[in-house]
């Protein structure tokens, strides 16, 4: 009972602060979108998805310990798919932003890894299923 104690608190704040971090960088791309601080979207952009991907991890950690019906879990699940939803508006918004054909790649690129990471299942699963 200890050990489950104890994975709890390992992966269940690291979601919550990978998602906080998401958020954080989301709002910095925001305010370099409303301002076209072109130099700071691409690195921005690239934060807010790096962070992201880190909370998919995180998440992927609690199922692979967790029922996918555990409130536990569901909540993290949530707080993920809200944070891909953002991260992914505003990304879109800022190729609509930039002139540079480089950036515009790096963000489109960005995008596509979004999209990846959201729609296959991590290699964590696959483990579970081997354990199970």
Excluded at 88 to 96: F, G, K, N
Aim: glycine share 6%.
């Amino acid at each position: 009972m200890a050990t489950l104690d104890v994975q709890v608190s390992i992966d269940a704040p690291a979601v919550d602060r990978a998602m906080v971090a998401s958020g954080d960088r989301c709002e910095q791309l925001a305010r370099a979108l409303e301002f076209r601080d072109t130099t700071a979207i691409e690195s921005t952009a690239e934060h807010a998805v790096n962070v992201w991907l880190a909370g998919r991890e995180a998440y992927w950690r609690l199922l692979v310990r967790y029922s996918s019906g555990s409130m536990l879990v569901k909540d993290a699940r949530g707080r993920l798919h809200a944070a891909f939803r953002q991260t992914l508006e505003l990304l879109s918004q800022a190729t609509c932003v930039v002139d540079a054909p480089e950036t515009y790649d790096v963000l489109i690129d960005l995008g596509g890894t979004l999209m990846r990471a959201m729609s296959h299942p991590s290699v964590l699963i696959n483990y579970r299923r081997r354990q199970g």
